[in-house]
């Protein structure tokens, strides 16, 4: 079943994406914003946000347990 939601989708000053957000009933998602940068020490800076490859993969996850438990 397909519900309601409400998502914001964030842009920075050059119109690329930074951010935003998605809440429905039991989920609430914050967007990575803007790149992860490089830190002091030449590695990649720590997330802010959430990834959609993260979503997908989480969504899959469910897919397949639920075939898995309903013997599919």
């Known amino acids: 079943m397909l519900q309601e939601f409400t998502a914001t989708n964030d842009v920075d000053e050059d119109g690329l994406p930074a951010g935003g957000n998605v809440t429905s009933i039991g989920l609430?998602?914050?967007w990575q914003k803007g790149?992860?940068?490089i830190d002091d020490?030449?590695?990649?800076?720590?997330?802010?946000?959430?990834?959609?490859?993260?979503l997908i993969a989480a969504a899959l996850q469910r897919?397949?347990?639920y075939?898995?438990?309903?013997?599919?």
């Open 35 to 37: 790149p992860r940068g």
């Open 67 to 72: 075939q898995e438990v309903n013997g599919s």
């Open 28 to 30: 609430s998602i914050e």
């Open 41 to 54: 020490y030449g590695e990649l800076g720590e997330p802010n946000g959430a990834f959609v490859e993260t």
């Open 63 to 65: 897919i397949e347990w």
